[in-house]
């Protein structure tokens, strides 16, 4: 824990409270000091501290296994912060044991982590991200309070964040299957204690019935449903529903017990017979045999997979198959995500079920090894050969422009470059899997349906300095320009750029009270990430969250369109690029702008190049797009 005390005080306390053991890291003008205290069952080996962090090598009771754990106070300022996170990767780089990392982090790992005052900084939210990736940490979650943090302060400015967090390698979940995390109520400071507990009873809960994946697999399936639902059942027409869905539930249990049974215990069989078949002379009749063992085991294996993944919530083929530790560990954070631990009753008390013996977890002690699937063997095979071209070209460089070349530079753009063609393949695959006529983009403006509003957005992006200039334009359902923004921001892709666009036309959605709004952009890959639920890259994951969780707050509807019905957005984006756009747009546009509009409701004919570059040295030919009316000498149109 964080603390101000001095050593003397923090004994008295540790006494009182019973504590054997302890560490401190003394205060230093006004920043805290650290605390550790334990219990002498719990064998403390202290390797190192600082003023921000206690890591030290922890031996439980219960486990023969030693593991690791760092206690985190990590610095207030961003810049130091930065500093602070490479300690914790060479940590991780260095590390062989099962690793706990707990504490105040002061940093939220996505936007819907903080609540109240400005917007999370979306930079260092994306570092606080790849941290955690770097370290290979998984959140552990929690239970009680979303926030662990406030000011204390009253009205709009109250801020509530989750700055405190236990995160763990894979080989601690593992270690520690029941392991849950609590938030505590805040009493005497700003921020709540967390509370670890390694262990605890699961009660088990009745099995609640879902319809399994795998049954899908099956042509029995169909018949047996047909037949339960075809069965009588007297009664009104809702009591009949419900009648006829029990008996389908009670038909396919039989029938799942029947036909499946457990799936593990026959691959286990048929890998056995398949070993045995494979190990005598070739004959017809021993190949058939084979090639029959082989489908059955192929269909088996597909109805595991399909059984896991379905409870797992994780996209197996972006994460690595059933077989691997980390699909294991998650498996297991869904279910403590799902166990009740406490209950509330009548009277607000809540109840806790420590004396309830625990429920078995059925696990599998020997799982038979995977062989690399072919989306594994080809990331393989892509990353060496992107490594090998760019090493090539810096190769080059060296010899014939004689540049110096640094060789951990080229790994990384290497690995960028697979990093971004292996996105627009899955993106790709995954449309191509879902629609069997993909959409095509629309091509001319479309007014919004009455009472509704429509969002076009667009970047203009500089070659030098990796800027760029954004523009969201907001129009009612009479094609006028009503509201709208731009600003300038550095950003490392194209995706990046038209993504904050993006999500900055959320936020001017959210903001328009109960309207319903529609998005447009004519970045494909964008809208894409955004009206979907596919897995986004780690460099656009904050932006995407963000986009997501006011889509699901506002309903917004995302839809992509050509460039030329997007032309208002892509030329406020461009004129601010140039430096060419009034601070009062909105309500005095230049006349090209106003011809866009017009042309967009009504047709009127596009502005010549040469007119656009004339009205932007005669700031006296603006105007309201909302008037009838133009100024003298402008190259624009009057509303009809």
């Given at each position: ?299 088996t294996l597909l109805r595991e997979e399909m059984y896991v ?183 490392s892709s194209v995706l990046q750029g038209e993504l904050k ?131 003298e000498g402008s190259a624009g149109y009057p509303l009809a």
């Open positions: 824990m964080e603390t101000k005390n001095k050593r003397n005080a923090l004994d008295r306390i540790k006494r009182s409270l019973k504590f054997d053991g302890s560490c401190y890291v003394e205060s230093e003008g006004m920043s805290g000091g650290l605390a550790l205290w334990w219990k002498a069952e719990v064998d403390i080996e202290v390797r190192f501290k600082t003023k921000n962090l206690i890591r030290c090598l922890v031996r439980w009771p219960s486990s023969s296994e030693a593991w690791l754990t760092t206690f985190v106070y990590a610095p207030p300022i961003p810049k130091e912060r930065v500093i602070f996170w490479n300690s914790l990767r060479m940590v991780a780089k260095e590390n062989k044991l099962p690793w706990l990392c707990v504490g105040d982090f002061n940093e939220v790992a996505s936007m819907w982590e903080k609540e109240g005052g400005s917007d999370g900084n979306g930079r260092r939210i994306q570092n606080f991200q790849q941290l955690i990736s770097d370290c290979n940490w998984m959140d552990l979650e929690f239970k009680g309070p979303a926030f662990t943090w406030s000011n204390n302060q009253g009205g709009t400015s109250n801020i509530r964040e989750r700055l405190d967090r236990a995160m763990a390698t894979v080989s601690w979940r593992l270690l520690y299957p029941k392991a849950q995390v609590f938030h505590e109520a805040m009493v005497g400071s700003d921020h709540s204690p967390l509370l670890i507990k390694v262990s605890i009873p699961l009660k088990k809960v009745p099995y609640r019935f879902k319809f399994e994946s795998l049954w899908a697999t099956s042509d029995e399936c169909p018949d047996i449903i047909a037949k339960a639902w075809a069965s009588e059942c007297p009664g009104s027409t809702m009591f009949k529903l419900r009648s006829k869905l029990r008996k389908c539930q009670e038909y396919l249990r039989e029938w799942s017990k029947r036909t499946f049974g457990d799936n593990r215990d026959k691959i286990k069989d048929l890998t056995e017979k398949l070993r045995i078949i494979q190990g005598l002379p070739y004959d017809p009749e021993n190949f058939e045999l084979q090639k029959a063992l082989t489908k059955d085991l192929e269909i993944h379905q409870r797992s919530r994780v996209n197996w083929l972006q994460f690595g198959d059933k077989n691997t530790a980390f699909f294991h560990a998650t498996l297991l954070q869904r279910r403590q995500r799902n166990q009740m631990s406490t209950i509330r009753n009548e009277q607000g008390s809540w109840l806790k079920e420590e004396n309830n013996s625990p429920s078995m977890l059925r696990w599998t002690s020997n799982i038979i090894d995977s062989s690399p699937s072919l989306k594994e063997a080809a990331k393989v095979i892509g990353k060496v050969a992107f490594q090998a071209w760019f090493i090539w070209k810096s190769r080059n460089s060296l010899v014939f422009n004689h540049e110096q070349v640094d060789p951990s530079s080229t790994i990384i753009r290497a690995a960028k470059a697979q990093s971004e063609y292996e996105l627009i393949n899955a993106v790709q695959s995954q449309v191509l899997d879902h629609c069997d006529d993909p959409p095509l983009a629309i091509s001319a403006w479309r007014k919004p349906t009455p009472g509704s509003f429509k969002i076009n957005c667009d970047v203009a992006m500089k070659r030098e300095g990796l800027r760029a200039n954004a523009a969201v334009v907001v129009r009612n359902d009479r094609g006028e320009l009503t509201d709208g923004t731009t600003y300038s921001f550095k950003c666009a993006i999500r900055k036309a959320c936020f001017l959605a959210r903001d328009m009270c109960a309207v319903p709004v529609t998005i447009e952009s004519d970045n494909k890959t964008t809208i894409l990430l955004s009206a979907s639920e596919l897995v986004p890259p780690w460099e656009v994951y904050p932006l995407i969250m963000d986009i997501r969780a006011v889509k699901k707050q506002r309903n917004l509807e995302f839809i992509w369109v050509k460039r030329s019905a997007n032309k208002v957005a892509h030329r406020v984006a461009s004129l601010a690029a140039k430096g060419k756009l009034l601070l009062d747009w909105v309500a005095n546009s230049l006349a090209s702008l106003v011809s866009l509009l017009l042309h967009d409701v009504i047709s009127v004919p596009l502005p010549s190049p040469l007119d656009i570059e004339n009205e932007v040295n005669e700031p006296e030919c603006l105007t309201s797009v909302g008037s009838s009316t133009l100024c």
